[in-house]
């Protein structure tokens, strides 16, 4: 074992973005020399903001930070770096047509091409060879395979001697043979005396390779253990919580007939991995289908799927009776559908255009706003926006405004609203509350209650757990591109849904 | 089309930023002036007489305008889809080809003058077509595409014009299009082309095309935001093959106005010297009306007369042409630069 003593420490750390949302509440966290350190929590929980907080990208609102018992103020990434914190960003920031050796020298003195770089090499391959971590240093990194980019950024981080090292979902896009030799390399470097942190999702992970696991929800420290003391269950409790922050009251179920059907549907990402595998599914009228899982298990890919937008490897996909698998957006909406996408900004929108423009998007060729053979009928389009202004209670200075000058929950409010103005029989709500004020999100639920009420069919993707149990009557849980269970919510514990979260299926 | 749609409130501001903008340009350009040594009040004061001081020379101004209008349309229409398209100095060449060509014919007046004009855009339209499919199916960046076709265009034509189109009695020109095809002029004698006023109605259109029609909507929606687009239900392809063909389209015809509208010679030189460059001033002209099809007609305005002053400063002020374009170019970019900062700002977020 290496040396004892305190790396870091945080007292009574807060952050509050500039926009209000409160990141961090009073968080004291420490990681010690010689330690693996998990960091638990789900999306939004509050882990990236503390990690940047300790690597110098992010200043805190309030609390402290002492560096080896000294008390520190970091204003830059550099900071950090000079106090021995050096941070692997999930997606890593490697220059993609330099080589590996490039990389691991950007930014220091060392000029790649200069006298001194083949010692600068000998001394990284020295690094690399004693702690396993084989790099092809004169490789282009963008032939390199994700696992190995991977090690070029630990390198990268070692070569500055980085002494407490955070990786930000290092296994996320990993094999599990690439996530064993991690694992092992991490091990290593515990041993010379070096903290990590260690941000994951994934319970078994923590379980296995950790010395102490801090969870956080909701921006505060849920739970604090040692790993070997611990049980899946316990820490799916402290990850999810129990609190329920909106109480809404849903009528009981009763479904009518299957709206939405998915037969084991299968979605390739652009280098052809499978990220949506097998998947099958079927929303009833009247049901809320929730699909919860962490962010990055094939929700996104999923919901792509069924509106169209992304072609699928395998499968079928039918639609109150109709055949939509390989529609375009356009004939999943005639068909019935309503789709709310995941990002209002980029797919719902066209932020720049003004509001009433953006109210007939995929509906401009309608009869009903034209005038003559080939002109849009302003004046009727100005109507209808201001029917919906007026239905949905959206508040904006009216169908000329720009959209880009709205407030989120406005912006969301203005998608929703021409998504049901065609009166569909299924959503498709992709996070509809993401970013949106606790009113506004509100709204959002109880509308969906309505619908359901409506007997129209509901899937509800989320990554917020509070939402999918207030609203789904149904629930599945994806997990690494498997819908891994489907269960009734009735007396459901959040413990079991936070477990098949995790991966873990009993 | 009512007034009060195309002059908003914020049309009339953004003119403001520009009339503003140009007049930095004029101080730093005429402060340039001095340094080297030259009179900038002389320079200007000749600069404009050369273009507006006379009804004839006003006629060269807006006869230097109505093709610029033109290719500054194709440029524009092609930003609105996002796409930087820049063939329209290659489709000037080949629908000024094609209006000669149908000289050829003997037609009435009025017909024949029509005729030209759609062969003209259609030619222009076809030349952009290479552009539109190598991008559609291979993802070819049109600026590449389009740099080809330019030169595939010039070399081709010339070729056209000293084999086919040529006159057999003056070798350095093709043959001249007839009267009954020729834009007339319009009253007052000073010999004003109503290819401008035709180019002008034509700017409406494409206003009215971008503002006013479901494709045009859908045009702008995939130029702003692709994803949005498609998620709409809106194939972008269809839209950028609008973009592609109508700035053709339009190019083309400021082909046919620059042989049929503008005399002497209403022909091609055979070293297709007037017909050159209005592709490229296009840009210029698109980038200063920022990209609005009616503040585009303004724009071309106004670098037709820098255009026609220029000359009028070499004779009189005795600047040397080369210096007078300095200064063009320095008022244009004073022009340019706010949009230019605000894009360039825009990307950082």
Known sequence: MGEEGELIKTVNLTKVYPDGTVALKGVDFDVQKGEIHGLLGENGAGKTTLTKILSGILKPTAGEIHVRNEKVTMKRPQDGLALGIGMVHQHFALVRRFTAFENIVLGTKVNPAGRKADTTKKQIEDLSSRLGLKVPLDEL???????????????????????????????????????DELFKTLKKLKNEGRGIIFITHKLREV??????????????VSGRTDAGQVDPRTLARMMVGRDVVLELSRPPFSPGDVILAVRELTVLNNSGEEVVEQVSLSVRRGEIFGIAGVEGNGQTELAEAISGVKPLAKGQISLAGNDISHASPNLVRRSGAALIPEDRRFMGLVTEMTVAENTILGKQREKQFRSGYFTIAWKKVNNFTNSLIARFG????????VVKSMSGGNQQKLVVSRELSSEPDFILASQPTRGLDVASTEY???????????????????SDLDEIFQLADTIGVMYEGKLIDVVSSEGLTRDKIGLLMGGVKE | MRLSRVFTPAFLSS??????????????????????????????????????????????????????????????IGLRAGLFNIGAEGQVYVGAAAAVAVAFFSLPVGLHLALSIIVAGAAGALWSLPAFLLKASRGVNEVISTIMLNWLGFYSILWVSLNWLVDPNRSEKTISVPATMRFPDLLGGAGISSAILFSVLIAFGYYGYLWLTPSGYELRAVGLNPDAARFGGIAPKKALLSAFALGGFASGIAGAIQVAGRGPPYAIYTTLGNVQNFGFNGIGVSLIGKNHPVAIILAGIFFGALQAGATNVQLYARVPYEIVQVIEGIIVVAIAAPDILKKIRGLGK
Request: a neutral charge.
């Open chain 1, 444 to 462: 959002m639920r109880k509308l969906l209650l309505q619908l359901r009420g409506a007997n129209k069919g509901v899937l509800l993707i989320s």
């Open chain 1, 394 to 401: 959206i508040v904006t200075q009216g169908p000329k405004s």
């Open chain 1, 141 to 179: 990194v963008e032939n390199l395979s994700l696992g190995v980019q991977q090690r070029v950024e630990i390198i990268k981080m070692l070569y500055r001697n980085v002494d407490l090292l955070i990786l930000d979902e290092p296994t996320s896009s990993l094999t599990p043979t690439e996530s």
């Open chain 2, 15 to 76: 003119l403001t930023e520009s009339v503003f903008a140009g007049a930095v340009g004029f101080v730093v350009g005429g402060l340039v002036l001095w340094v080297l040594g030259y009179n900038p009040l002389s320079t200007f004061y000749y600069l404009l007489q050369g273009s507006v001081g006379s009804p004839t020379n006003f006629s060269v101004t807006l006869n230097n305008a109505a093709p610029l209008i033109l290719t500054a349309i194709c440029f524009a």
């Open chain 1, 207 to 220: 379980m296995e390779n950790c010395d102490r696991i801090t969870v956080l929800r909701q921006g505060q």
